[in-house]
């Protein structure tokens, strides 16, 4: 975390800056994740070792501004997924749950090339490809997880109900059904072999 | 309305184009304000019915896709007021208040230069500049009106809870507290001779 991490007061209006060209706030720091907070989520193990063994590199970062977790409260910013890939697997966020379930996000993409690999805890799950201009539905009740395919960082700006929480475990110990890899030089869906139902 | 009504299903992932220079959806029709529909919201009637009786420009339109009132849902699309005046006010969007009073909006501009002129029933009001690039948060309790102060169409994205609901009528009934017009060519902030306080 940086210093800049102004107080936000939520009662009051107030602006900052996300540039339409890349997303990047200077108004306030972004939460980095790199390839070594997401061990385990890439189906190739040996190709995540050998990713680490030459550094540690920026997979994504986004922006968490505070919002209070109240039901009347939004919490917004832009998440920037990087290009590049372990093994044939492409880069990605960690992807969540809410906690409270019940409650949708939007997402517009402003850069890059990406995919949005959804899935229910029913099993329905869906793919949707975004591209600059394409604003994006992720309803109640899905888990979701940006896909950078593309060559360029793929840049969304976000929108959530503010007290939505994140349940990141879920999709630690579990894991999606699927996974999408580069095959051909095109993205491919494929089973998750590590995916596994909970156990009981 | 058009034939660009396609009939959403809020509770499976869908995606839909607002391009990001100019906000005009191809896949959905906009709700479109003419000046006829703003009679009385304007400080200067007889700059108004001049501007009435050269033609009925359309001043404002936004895109409704429709979400379900439901309090995990989220309702977005984009805005754009255009450029232009009734004497020396700016045009502007009819603005409003949530009918579920404390729940809040995030805009981010893309296009244009505006600003949003907010206030609350205790009688705050704020105003902020938007340019492309700059996000808003319009707090709980805060009515917003969207001011085009440039000479673009005032272009923003928005997202807001999709049980939030529009309370027009305290705006037309009472009016904003503050109006901004242009003097010596930069925009002022001037109390509204219309402005009342409710009567009881």
């Known amino acids: 975390m940086s210093d800049k991490q ?7 209006p107030f602006s900052l800056t996300f540039p339409l060209e890349n997303g990047l706030s200077p108004d306030h720091a972004s939460t980095k994740r790199y390839l070594s907070a997401m061990q385990g989520m890439f189906a190739d193990d040996s190709a995540f070792e050998e990713a680490m063994s030459v550094g540690n590199p920026l997979v994504y970062e986004f922006f968490e501004l505070g919002a209070p977790s109240d039901a009347g409260d939004l919490a ?3 998440s920037i997924t990087y290009p590049g890939k372990v093994g044939n697997e492409y880069y990605m966020t960690k992807g969540h749950f809410h906690t409270i379930l019940a ?4 997402y517009w993409c402003i850069r890059g090339q990406g995919l949005m690999l959804m899935e ?3 099993g329905d799950w869906n793919l949707q490809e975004l591209t600059p201009g394409k604003a994006l539905y992720v ?3 899905y888990a979701h997880r940006s ?4 060559t360029e960082p793929f840049t969304t700006f976000f929108v959530f109900r503010a007290d939505a ?5 879920t999709i630690e110990t579990k894991g999606y059904r699927k996974l999408v890899v580069e095959l051909d ?8 072999p590590k995916w596994r139902e909970e156990e009981r």
């Open 6 to 12: 102004p107080g936000w007061n939520w009662n009051v």
């Open 76 to 78: 917004f910013g832009t």
């Open 103 to 106: 409650t949708a996000e939007v």
């Open 120 to 122: 229910n805890p029913e």
């Open 139 to 141: 309803p109640k009740r």
């Open 147 to 150: 896909i950078n395919i593309g």
């Open 165 to 169: 929480g994140h349940d990141y475990g």
């Open 185 to 192: 030089g095109k993205p491919q869906v494929m089973d998750n």
